[in-house]
């Protein structure tokens, strides 16, 4: 029934036996164990095309894998068809126009490499094996997110390939209100097989500043921290944590002229003597890689998040209690600061939502014994609950296990409306329902 497909494609068709398999089916998080009917491998976007109308000929359940960062896996469907466009990587820029195009299966550190040798960037994430693809899609957040927006906001065009199989040119000119959805919406409407974007003139150079201070001290140095967040520069993205040696790290990146972002330390001192400090001038490129995965596939991960549109005092009491709790093990705590040109663009111009955040909160653990399963993810939920209360939406990209509800928490009632109606439209059988999906009405 499914052999006769290796022969309309020109890239390749993998089952369970062949090689490379194993190595394709093969996700961020370790704990997606599930395994496609069939992996697709396109070569070209008509190869994509082909997939999608055979995929629901056979009535088989479709999965889209780009970099493979979601942490979900949905993008594995078990006894389904997987269309892995990690083929189809390819990164063209345009040094003269600053424009880039980028296929649906490039990876973050690709696009990062070929526009850096002009000196140029657009945002793109914080590690290099992330895909292309599921971040712009999502929306988009980065280091240069401050400066220029997000990720989906420097695209200029997509090109789309839809539940029927059929070939489209999506931007602000054609089919418009798709263009909208697909700047945060996610995966729902169809294959993205080309990205558009707006690079910006950055430079190469970057500097990180990371300051730790015991725990007794973090609601005192955060209250700081934030303080000083308020009067940033959009060259400077404030961000703070806890991990499990029990101290908070405060600090900020800088994109640009490193001399330039050491005069930001001046204000740092206000927060007293730090335990340790380490200020690191490096490449934008090694910046991009810095937080990348070396054992790349191997680790079992869980996460929660929230957007904060505020850190009041009492949320700082909250989330340095939650570290003082003897329960164990503690989950890790990171927080991003956005505003700057994030909240310039206007609300309605993108699905995207929840552009008035003043930061991104984020829980995460990883580790490699299933037995610890239990323990890691009832430590994850403990650390976001502590938040919760002061949280104000969710990133999809960021979204987990919570279902519908962590749709609903991700785009506000008139988005999520919009984007049924932009669903009823393009899929409304819900051929591409393996996302944090937005049902269609029917």
């Known amino acids: 029934m499914v052999n006769d497909l290796d022969g309309l494609l020109d890239g390749e068709v993998l089952r369970p036996g062949d090689d490379g398999y194993e190595r394709a089916r093969s996700v961020w998080n370790a704990m997606v164990d599930r395994r496609p009917r069939l992996i697709v491998r396109p070569a070209t976007t008509q190869d994509v095309a082909a997939a999608v109308r055979a995929g629901r000929d056979r ?71 992330t895909g292309v693809g599921g971040l712009t899609l999502g929306g988009g957040m980065g280091w240069l997110a ?67 201070f015991p725990l007794e001290r973090a609601g005192e140095v955060l209250r700081g921290w934030r303080d000083m967040n308020a009067q940033a520069p959009r060259q400077a993205t404030f961000t703070a944590g806890f991990s499990g040696d029990q101290t908070v790290r405060v600090g900020f990146v800088w994109i640009g002229d490193p001399a330039q ?88 111009d993108t699905a995207f939502s929840h552009r008035n955040a003043m930061f991104e909160y984020v829980t995460a653990t990883g580790w490699t014994d299933p037995a610890e399963d239990g323990a890691r993810i009832a430590a994850v939920r403990r650390s976001a609950a502590a938040i919760e209360p002061f949280g104000a939406g969710l990133y999809v990209n960021v979204a987990n296990d919570e279902g519908q509800a962590g749709v609903r928490r991700s785009y506000s009632a008139g988005k999520l409306a919009r984007l049924t109606a932009l669903k009823d439209a393009y899929d409304p059988d819900n051929t591409f329902h393996l996302n944090h999906n937005i049902r269609p009405t029917r």
């Open 59 to 129: 009535g088989l359940e479709i999965g889209v894998r780009c970099g493979g960062h979601g942490i979900a896996g949905l993008a594995v469907p078990e006894d389904g068809l997987m269309i892995d466009l990690t083929s189809m990587s390819r990164v063209r820029v345009d040094p003269a126009t600053r424009r880039a195009t980028v296929q649906g299966g490039a990876l973050l550190g690709a696009l990062d490499v070929a526009a850096q040798r002009y000196g140029l960037a657009t945002t793109a994430g914080n590690v290099s094996h």
């Open 146 to 212: 401050r400066q220029y927006g997000l990720a989906c906001d420097n695209v200029t065009g997509y090109e789309l390939v839809t539940a029927t199989g059929e070939i489209l040119r999506v931007s602000a000119e054609e089919h418009p209100e798709l263009f909208w959805g697909l700047r945060g919406g996610g995966g729902n409407f169809g294959v993205v097989t080309r990205f558009d974007f707006r690079l910006h003139e950055t430079g190469t150079r970057a500097l990180s500043a990371e300051l730790s």
């Open 261 to 348: 972002g050491r005069r930001l330390l001046t204000g740092f001192g206000a927060l007293g003597q730090p335990a340790d400090t380490e200020i690191t001038e490096l490449s934008y490129v090694d910046l991009q890689t810095r937080d990348d995965t070396p054992q790349g596939h191997n680790g079992r991960r869980y996460w929660k998040g929230h957007f904060l549109h505020e850190l009041p005092d009492a949320a700082i009491d909250a989330l340095v209690a939650s570290r003082q709790s003897p329960e164990r093990p503690l989950a890790n705590v990171s927080l991003q600061a956005y505003g700057g040109a994030i909240a310039d663009v206007p609300d309605d």
